[in-house]
């Protein structure tokens, strides 16, 4: 019998999976985040007039209780899929597990039948919803399609745990304990900001709310022409915080160039506006919601890193963790895969939960009981 381990993050940015086989070497998956359903007739269609074979990671679709989903770039690409951030992300959660699954044994051969160790992050506010996705995603891996040849997988174990888990699990310096301590962990995505409050080493509450990085891409989106959020995203990061206008110039590619100049200081006003705007909503926000008493912070996440300086200066009353050992183990294990997109700032949680579900799995412990 095959038995695999994965642990998966449903990020608004990107589908994040790492797997390994039974002999223990770990492979770092990433789809883009984009699912759409299509007719049957569509993808006959795609299937008989593409030319060539790419990977699966790109071009998937699954096929499952009579609804064909588009996933990642053929999504995107062909079929216009837009990130549906106003969705819950456990609705979009099942196809997405199926095609990474899909494409996983496709990739390394995995028979029908294969048995997986499976661990997953939802947002505070869907954390609710584990047992549901438990039992539909149990039902589901035991007959689907995968670009149209039939699979079958038996869910052995299920873990989920909510967004920030796997920070806590995996975080904070090894061989420490947290069970005097209250602390917090601050995940910073793109989609949303989630809070988890750990108290004496045991979780109190957490809270979630839609002020991820898209907030602040949709603000200069509105403030100017640019409407391509994957395009926009890139730019305003690699133009860091003083928003060097050099790293804007991929945004001016069918601007004539009589016009650039005007468009560059355009957009760069747009961007530093929009972050002025957006970093006072998440301050005030974050102030809000983590007490003057908290004896540490963690924080994770790649909007985190955007505003690393801010955020050192609005928690300097307590203990910071920055993860820095967690990010420096992603880059020693995937450093291909991490360096060119600094991928490690939002591999923390998978990272984590991945490790924590393993040593559960090797122990016998097969849900989140």
């Known amino acids: 019998m095959t038995t695999i ?13 790492i797997f390994t086989e039974q002999v223990f070497k770990t492979h770092l998956y990433i789809m883009q985040p984009e699912v759409c359903p299509v007719t049957p007739a569509s993808i006959e269609y795609y299937t008989k007039s593409k030319i060539g074979t790419s990977d699966p990671t790109r071009s998937g679709w699954i096929e499952t209780s009579g609804t064909c ?119 910073l995505g793109y989609r949303d900001v989630s809070l988890l409050f750990v108290s004496r080493g045991e979780l109190s509450k957490g809270e979630t709310q839609s002020l991820g990085f898209a907030s602040l891409v949709k603000s200069v989106a509105q403030k100017t022409s640019l409407h391509n959020y994957q395009k926009l995203t890139l730019a305003i990061c690699k133009a860091g915080s003083n928003v060097n206008p050099r790293s804007l110039t991929p945004l001016l590619n069918n601007v004539g160039e009589a016009y650039k100049d005007y468009e560059l200081a355009k957009i760069q006003k747009a961007i530093l506006d929009a972050r002025a705007e957006y970093w006072l909503m998440l301050s005030e926000w974050l102030k809000g919601q983590i007490k003057s008493d908290v004896d540490e912070v963690i924080i994770a996440g790649g909007t985190a890193q955007y505003f690393k300086a801010e955020l050192n200066t609005l928690l300097k009353f307590t203990k910071v963790i920055w993860c820095d050992q967690l990010e420096k183990r992603i880059r020693a294990t995937f450093p291909d895969q991490i360096k060119p997109n600094s991928l490690e700032y939002r591999l923390a949680d998978v990272y984590g939960l991945f490790f924590y579900l393993y040593a559960r799995a090797r122990n016998g412990v097969k849900s989140n009981d």
């Open 5 to 17: 381990t994965l642990a998966l993050d449903f990020g608004a940015s990107s589908l994040r999976a």
């Open 69 to 187: 989903w588009a996933i990642g770039n053929l999504a995107q690409e062909r079929f216009k899929a837009s990130l549906q951030l106003e969705k819950r992300k456990f609705e979009l959660a099942l196809p997405k597990a199926l095609a990474l699954i899909g494409a996983i044994s496709q990739l390394h051969q995995l028979p029908n039948g294969t048995h997986i160790n499976l661990g997953a992050v939802l947002p505070y506010g869907e954390y609710h919803d584990r047992e549901l996705f438990e039992q539909i995603l149990r039902e589901a891996l035991t007959d689907f399609k995968f670009c149209g040849v039939e699979k079958y997988f038996t869910l052995e174990t299920f873990l989920c745990l909510p967004e920030g888990g796997g920070v806590l699990a995996q975080g904070r310096q090894p061989g420490t304990s947290f069970q005097d301590l209250d602390l917090v962990v601050a995940m």
